[in-house]
């Protein structure tokens, strides 16, 4: 993402923001969503103080005598989660929700030179084009997947072979259950989540992301041995 923030995407932080006043609680998972929507990249000032005014507009439309100290809370909470601190190493991402989603879009679509994606299954859309446009971008990418589950119904591996991205697969009886992602040699994903819309919508997952060096090394040479002996999907 640019370090400039698109204007369309000041609209998705707000209407994130007015999604989660409907309970009136701002919620972690709802902070790790906001803050996987902004990515690395800090709001400049401008932009700052237009999400902090729309915070408090949105507070005023619901606050009332009752629910006023709650109200405040979530406007601190709402607050805090605009805030980047570069330099983190790790964080962590929930579902359901968008969070788990969001962060494995934002590391795709920050790709400079390569994308190696090792999962179970893909068959959310949302996800599978941003695959695609970052193929359509330049950015080298290689899927690896399960050869089973590419079988199921709403299955994205034919289509994202069908749009030249490299797909390999197993051949075996056992499965391939892994479930992550290197970006340029130096960003994993990785965790129980899902690519599917099912672990967005309902289920209880998770996603781990991570810069240690030693960590994404050991992902990246397991990648290399799958890739070197899994068999090339066939259109």
């Known amino acids: 993402?640019?370090?400039?923030?698109?204007?369309?995407?000041?609209?998705?932080?707000?209407?994130?923001?007015?999604?989660?006043?409907?309970?009136?609680?701002?919620?972690?998972?709802?902070?790790?969503?906001?803050?996987?929507?902004?990515?690395?990249?800090?709001?400049?000032?401008?932009?700052?103080?237009?999400?902090?005014?729309?915070?408090?507009?949105?507070?005023?439309?619901?606050?009332?005598?009752?629910?006023?100290?709650?109200?405040?809370?979530?406007?601190?909470?709402?607050?805090s989660a605009l805030i980047t601190r570069p330099g983190d190493k790790s964080d962590a991402y929930f579902s359901p929700g968008e969070a788990c989603r969001n962060v494995i879009i934002d590391q795709i679509q920050r790709a400079v030179n390569r994308v190696n994606i090792c999962v179970f299954t893909i068959s959310d859309d949302i996800i599978?084009?941003?695959?695609?446009?970052?193929?359509?971008?330049?950015?080298?990418?290689?899927?690896?997947?399960?050869?089973?589950?590419?079988?199921?119904?709403?299955?994205?591996?034919?289509r994202l072979a069908k749009e030249g991205i490299s797909v390999k697969m197993d051949?075996?009886?056992?499965?391939?259950?892994?479930?992550?992602?290197?970006?340029?040699?130096?960003?994993l994903i990785t965790g129980s989540y899902n690519w599917t819309l099912s672990a967005a919508r309902y289920n209880h997952e998770n996603v781990l992301l991570t810069k240690e060096t030693s960590v994404v090394k050991s992902f990246l040479k397991e990648f290399g041995q799958l890739w070197d002996k899994m068999e090339p999907y066939k259109i």
């Open 171 to 187: 051949s075996t009886p056992n499965h391939m259950h892994h479930k992550f992602m290197v970006v340029d040699d130096n960003s």
């Open 1 to 79: 993402m640019a370090a400039v923030h698109s204007q369309q995407l000041i609209d998705d932080i707000v209407a994130q923001l007015r999604l989660s006043i409907e309970d009136q609680v701002f919620s972690r998972s709802e902070k790790r969503s906001l803050k996987a929507l902004i990515g690395d990249s800090p709001l400049d000032h401008d932009q700052l103080n237009f999400l902090r005014s729309q915070i408090y507009v949105i507070a005023n439309e619901v606050a009332n005598d009752k629910n006023y100290p709650i109200i405040l809370e979530w406007i601190k909470n709402a607050n």
């Open 128 to 158: 599978t084009n941003a695959i695609i446009d970052s193929h359509k971008r330049g950015r080298s990418i290689r899927v690896i997947t399960d050869n089973d589950k590419s079988l199921d119904a709403g299955s994205d591996i034919e």
